[in-house]
């Protein structure tokens, strides 16, 4: 496993041997050392106001309505396992204090858990496997190139709908909310319309909304829309799916509010 260090490489010596090495290592495993974290702050929990989860009453009852051809998309685009997760959502618990232990260990400069004789930390290929996305095909690298543009999240949400007071109910500030895209559904499938497409693309932004990028109740940013919207057009969302576990982790580490899939985290 390889570990960017350039951010505090200052702050690392030259090698100088094992004995060193060994040295440096265990300095770098003080979770107390580092300025708040949660490990040296025992007042601190993970509160239900730093969850920033809740349950979705709207999410079981409209998959449900889902027209098969419209199943068939998501299962082509890899979400099989995310689709069966979201439709068992109402039964699943989750257990908080497990978390924050888990939080308690989190290393924010090795993305690591530092337990007393070891580390850990979790891996894309077995995130991969357990979430059931498309694999991410090391050897590839070559042959991708990325265009960095300008996130238009009316854009995307214009597949789905053009309606003006649609587009308006769907987006606040910097965020999509899900329970409107999810009305939009059942109300496209109660009408028995041919929008087999479209209601996929929002189907996936509300299960990924929910599963994999939980942010803020109910709401998703313009960026984890933009990557969500990129699953029908076969790019591997492995990658973004552990770093925004990762940015959630260091967040709840430090005091601020927990993010990220705890599903995956749990799993």
Known sequence: ???????????????????AAREA??????????????YARPELQIL???RRF?????????????????????????????????????????????VTAMVELWHPQTNSFIFPEFE????????????????????????????????????????????KNDLYSMTSGMHVHLLPIAQWITSQCKRKTTNYTA?????????????LFPEADGAISFGNLSIIDSISEGMEIGQAVLGFLYAGLTSATLGGPFYGSVVALEL
């Open 1 to 19: 496993m390889k570990r960017n260090y350039s951010a505090f490489a200052e702050d690392i010596p030259a090698y100088s041997g094992p004995k």
């Open 25 to 38: 290592h265990a300095d770098l495993k003080q979770l107390s050392a580092i300025p708040r974290h949660i």
């Open 48 to 50: 239900p106001s730093q």
């Open 54 to 98: 809740s349950k979705m009453p709207w999410l079981v009852p409209m998959l449900e309505l889902l027209p098969p051809t419209s199943i068939s998309h998501l299962k082509e685009w890899g979400l099989s396992t995310i689709f069966v997760l979201a439709k068992n959502y109402n039964k699943l618990v989750h257990v908080w204090e497990s």
């Open 120 to 163: 850990v930390t979790i891996l894309l290929e077995e995130l991969e496997i357990m979430l059931g996305l498309p694999r991410y095909q090391r050897g590839e690298e070559s042959a991708l190139s990325y265009t960095v543009e300008q996130i238009n999240s009316w854009s995307i949400l214009a597949y789905i709908t053009t309606k």
């Open 199 to 211: 209601i996929a693309k929002a189907a996936a932004i509300c299960i990924c909304g929910v599963i």
